[in-house]
C-alpha cells in the first residue's frame, strides 16, 4: 500500500513530540509492508530513514523553519515569496502561511505522479495540503490529529485561520485518527465532528532508539553533587508555551519548598514564556533551586532524563505526552496532569490538575519523603509503558487504511 505521508518535522529536526511519533509510526508501518512518501517543509539530511522516501517541499534549512512560531511569523521577510509562490497577505501568518502555501503547491505537484492509495496528513500544519491532494487524486483522507488549536492556546480560542483549516480538514477526511481520548472528546465537541468518524490510536515508545547511549551526567553535575547530599531532582522537558503549564507548575514548586527544601527543578526547554518564567522564579524566592538548560536535544536531552528523579507534567490541556513516556524507560517516577492524555495508558502515576498547585506540592513532597513510595512508581510504570509499541500503532493504521479504502466508512 502506497502512502502519502504529509508531516512537518522529523528528528534530529523536530521541536516536539510530533516528528517523533511521525519518525516511529512511519518506520513501523514500512516495516509491515507499506511503501511510504513523506513530505517536509525543508530540505535536510536525515540520517537512517531508509524506510521511506523524503520529498522536500522548499529550499529552506531545519534552523530556518525553527525560527517561525505558529503564529508570529515576522522572520525571514524574504520567503513572502517561494520560488516565485505568490503569498497572500495574512497579517502575523504571513511568513507561515507563505511555506504552507509553498508546501501545498508542491505536495499538488507530487500526488497525481505517486497515486497514493491513502493520504495520512499530521496536524494543521499539512491539513490544507491534504485536503488538497485527495481534491487530485480521488485517494481516501486520514487527518491525524496530534494536538487542535484549543490544546496549542491553552484551552482558549486561539487562532481563527488556524481553527478555519482544521475544521475544513476534519470535515473532509474519510478518517480522522486522534491521539487520546481527550483529543477525541475535542473534536467531536468543539469542532461537532460526528464521534464513529474518529478513532482513538494512542502512540508508543520505540526502547531501541535509546540502545547502546552512554549516558553523561557531567553536563548536569551540580545536579548530581545536590543528589549526594538528598535532594529530589524534579524535571520537565518541554516547549515553554502557556499550553504547558508551567507557571503553575513554578507555583507548586515553591510550595513544595516551604514544606521541604530539598527539592531542586529541572526546566529543559525554551519557548516564548522563558523569561517570563525565570522572572517568576525570582520573584517567588526560589531562584536559587531551578536550573534553565535552554533548548536541548540528542546528548542532553536524553541526560535530562538520566539525572531526574521525578518527572512532571503540567499541561493545561495535552493530547497525548511522549515525554511522559520516555521519562518512564529512563526510571523516573511520574507526575502527570489530568489534562494529559499519556494518563489514559499509564496508570502508576500520580495526577493533578494543572491549576491545583497545592495538590502538586504536596505530591513533590510525599514522594522526596518517601522512597517506598518513588521505587513502587518507578517500577509499576515501566511495566506499563512496556507494553506499548509503534508495531502495534502501525497494525492499527494498516487495518484503518484497509477499511477506508475499501469505503467501509463511506
Not at 7 to 23: H, I, M, Q, R, T
Not at 250 to 265: G, H, P, T
Not at 303 to 311: C, G, I, L, N, Q
Request: one cysteine or more.
Amino acid at each position: 500500500m502506497n502512502i502519502l505521508m504529509l508531516g512537518w518535522e522529523l528528528p534530529p529536526y523536530n521541536s516536539g513530540g510530533l516528528g517523533v511519533a511521525c519518525y516511529h509510526m512511519s518506520k513501523a508501518l514500512a516495516q509491515q509492508g507499506a511503501t511510504i512518501d513523506f513530505v517536509l517543509p525543508y530540505t535536510a539530511q536525515h540520517p537512517g530513514v531508509d524506510f521511506m522516501t523524503v520529498h522536500n517541499a522548499t529550499g529552506l534549512r531545519p534552523e530556518d523553519r525553527v525560527h517561525m512560531g505558529s503564529y508570529d511569523s515576522k522572520y525571514m521577510e524574504s520567503l513572502e515569496t517561494l520560488d516565485g509562490v505568490d503569498v497572500e497577505d495574512a497579517g502575523d501568518l504571513t511568513t507561515m502561511r507563505a511555506v504552507q502555501k509553498h508546501y501545498t503547491k508542491f505536495v499538488e505537484g507530487l500526488a497525481p505522479q505517486i497515486q497514493p492509495d491513502v493520504i495520512h496528513a499530521h496536524d494543521w500544519l499539512t491539513m490544507e495540503a491534504g485536503v488538497r491532494a485527495k481534491e487530485l487524486t480521488g485517494a481516501p483522507l486520514v487527518v491525524h490529529v496530534h494536538a487542535t488549536e484549543f490544546d496549542r492556546s491553552g484551552e482558549q480560542y486561539g487562532n481563527p485561520v488556524v481553527h478555519e483549516i482544521e475544521q475544513e480538514a476534519l470535515q473532509m477526511a474519510d478518517r480522522i485518527i486522534a491521539v487520546s481520548n481527550i483529543t477525541k472528546n475535542i473534536i467531536v465537541e468543539r469542532y461537532g465532528i460526528p464521534a464513529d468518524m474518529v478513532e482513538v490510536v494512542h502512540n508508543a515508545i520505540d526502547i531501541d532508539s535509546f540502545k547502546g547511549y552512554e549516558y553523561d551526567q557531567r553536563d548536569y553535575r551540580y545536579l548530581e553533587d545536590l543528589k549526594h547530599e538528598g535532594y529530589t531532582v524534579v524535571a520537565t522537558l518541554t516547549r515553554f508555551t502557556v499550553q504547558k503549564g508551567l507557571t503553575h507548575f513554578m507555583r507548586a514548586a515553591a510550595r513544595a519548598c516551604e514544606k521541604y527544601d530539598r527539592l531542586v527543578f529541572l526546566f529543559a526547554g525554551d519557548g516564548e514564556q522563558r523569561d517570563e518564567l525565570i522572572a517568576q522564579a525570582a520573584d517567588l524566592g526560589i531562584a536559587d533551586k531551578v536550573y534553565f538548560t535552554g533548548f536541548v536535544r540528542g546528548k542532553q536531552w536524553r541526560d535530562v532524563y538520566s539525572v531526574a528523579d521525578v518527572f512532571v507534567m503540567s499541561s493545561v490541556s495535552e493530547p497525548f505526552g511522549l515525554t511522559a513516556l520516555e521519562a518512564a524507560h529512563h526510571g523516573c517516577a511520574l507526575l502527570i496532569s489530568k489534562q494529559s492524555g499519556v494518563g489514559e495508558v499509564l496508570k502508576s502515576i500520580l495526577r493533578f490538575d494543572f491549576w491545583d498547585t497545592e495538590r502538586l506540592a504536596n505530591q513533590l513532597v510525599g514522594i522526596a519523603l518517601s522512597p517506598a513510595l518513588e521505587s513502587s512508581l518507578k517500577d509499576g510504570v515501566k511495566e506499563e509503558y512496556a507494553h506499548l509499541s509503534w508495531r502495534d500503532v502501525a497494525t492499527k493504521c494498516i487495518d484503518l487504511y484497509g477499511r477506508v479504502k475499501s469505503g467501509v466508512f463511506a
